[in-house]
C-alpha cells in the first residue's frame, strides 16, 4: 500500500517561513500529478499547489509568488517552500497523488499562522 507522509508543519509568525515535506513510499511516477491541498477550520479542502510528470506546476492564486513547489524524483519526496506566510494560509496541509482513477491522501500537516 502506497503511503504519503508529511512533515515541517508548526508554529510561525505573519510574514515568517516553513518548509512542508512529502514522502512517497512507492514510486513517484505511479502518479500524474503530486502536490498540496489544505483545509482551514470550517472551511472545505481547497487546491494548493501540484507538479506534473512533463515537469510544470501549478499554484493557487492566492500562494502564486509565496509558496514553491519542488520534487527530488530520487528521494520521492516533495516540498512546499513556504514564504511570506499569513493568518489566512493558517490550515491542515495535506499532501495527495492523483492517478487515473484514484487519489492517495497524507496524514495531513497542521501549519499555524499567528503572532
Known amino acids: 500500500q502506497v503511503q504519503l507522509v508529511e512533515s515541517g508543519g508548526g508554529l510561525v509568525q505573519p510574514g515568517g517561513s516553513l518548509r512542508l515535506s512529502c514522502t512517497i513510499s512507492?514510486?513517484?511516477?505511479?502518479?500524474?500529478?503530486i502536490g498540496w491541498y489544505r483545509q482551514a477550520p470550517g472551511k472545505q479542502r481547497e487546491f494548493v499547489a501540484a507538479i506534473f510528470p512533463t515537469g510544470p506546476t501549478d499554484y493557487a492564486d492566492g500562494v502564486k509568488g509565496r509558496f514553491t513547489l519542488s520534487a527530488d524524483i530520487e528521494r520521492n519526496t516533495v516540498w512546499l517552500h513556504m514564504n511570506s506566510l499569513k493568518p489566512e494560509d493558517t490550515a491542515v496541509y495535506y499532501c495527495?497523488?492523483?492517478?487515473?482513477?484514484?487519489?492517495?491522501w497524507g496524514q495531513g500537516t497542521q501549519v499555524t499562522v499567528s503572532s
Open positions: 495527495y497523488g492523483r492517478r487515473d482513477d484514484s487519489t492517495d
Open positions: 512507492g514510486s513517484f511516477f505511479r502518479y500524474n500529478a
